[in-house]
């Protein structure tokens, strides 16, 4: 494919995702390594196989020429930049490291920009905004006292969950991800209210602010994108997020507290989803469906953003196990 000099400039440093528009070329990547293994051919000649990645998927990368000398350097989350050239092989786009003893080069977190690895959403200080004004809406003494607790009185957790991710990879996976998620799945529940009047509104909507809240200490945001803690790897959201309301909710009405801890334990609906416990309350079983289709569409409208260049259909996603019609 033959692209015009200014684009090709424009792109010298491509995202995973630009690489189709440089088969039989060579590139500066900068890329973050996800998995690194040293392996041998059958007549004994070692190479280095590689997968990287940034913000926008991975991919393969073989390194025949300085093999061993790279496997010492490189560490899995080291970010590299990486000349090479990308070539299909295997049915899959790859990039053939050059010969050349510069060819991989560890990065100091001022040498790249960390949107390379995670983006950001649009305007996070007015969705938390909107998120303040739901919590004036709530009637509930005790669930608007907590609600304060976390995003009026708590300035340092305020400032987390405005910035967390709300996933690494699948959903809202980005710096004001778990903001964006937990304040769409408020306002489609406050709807929801409207026609079922049996729901109680409050303790709905406080369970969709709070539902994710352990994801403020699950994943933290470096220069490396976005990583797992290890509160994170131990315990996951779902058990932070109760043990949050346990510390905050002192005082306040035990029955109350334990319907929204149940709310937060039974949110991902079922055993094998990570849910301790499944929905047994109407309002827990409306906010699984709701949180859950609020990461499904976003993950879809991820698909069709990132795919949109012409194409019928998307590729196949292994996470929603479908291709989407991007027409």
């Known amino acids: 494919m033959n692209l015009p000099k200014e684009l090709l400039e424009k792109l010298r440093t491509p995202y995973v995702e630009e690489l189709d528009k440089f088969i039989e070329r060579e590139i500066d990547g900068i890329f973050k390594v996800k998995s690194k293994k040293l392996q041998e051919t059958k007549d004994g000649k070692k190479f280095l196989l590689l997968t990287l ?20 350097v490189l560490q899995t989350g080291t970010v590299i930049s990486v000349t090479g050239k990308v070539v299909y092989f295997d049915e899959r786009l790859q990039i053939n490291i050059s010969n050349s003893e510069t060819a991989i080069k560890k990065l100091s977190e001022s040498e790249y920009d960390i949107e390379r690895f995670v983006s950001k959403a649009t305007n996070p200080e007015e969705m938390f905004k909107e998120l303040l004004n739901i919590i ?38 980005y710096i004001g991800g778990l903001l964006e998620h937990s304040l769409n799945v408020a306002k489609m529940v406050d709807q929801v209210c409207t026609l079922y009047s049996q729901l109680d509104r409050d303790l709905l909507v406080t369970g969709a602010l709070l539902h994710d809240i352990g994801k ?3 994943y933290t945001i470096n220069q490396r994108g976005i990583e797992v803690t290890t509160e994170g790897e131990l315990l996951g959201h779902i058990i932070m997020g109760v043990e949050y309301i346990s510390q905050k909710a002192r005082g306040l009405s035990y029955e109350k507290i334990l319907k929204l801890k149940h709310l937060i334990a039974s949110h991902h609906g079922e055993f094998e989803w990570g849910a301790p416990v499944v929905p ?48």
Do not use: C
């Open 280 to 327: 047994k309350t109407a309002e827990a079983l409306v906010l699984h469906y709701i949180e859950n289709m609020d990461s499904k569409i976003n993950r879809v409208f991820q698909i069709i953003e990132k795919e949109d260049n012409g194409k019928e259909w998307s590729e196949y996603d292994t996470n929603l196990s479908r291709r989407f019609l991007l027409k």
């Open 216 to 218: 403020v200490k699950e």
């Open 53 to 72: 990645e940034d913000r926008t998927g991975s991919v393969r990368a073989v390194d025949w020429y300085n093999a061993e000398k790279n496997d010492q």
């Open 136 to 173: 004036g809406s709530i009637k509930d003494k005790d669930y608007k006292k907590l609600l304060e607790m976390f995003f009026v009185e708590d300035k340092s957790f305020a400032e987390a969950f405005k910035n967390a991710p709300a996933g690494m990879r699948i959903h809202h996976a």
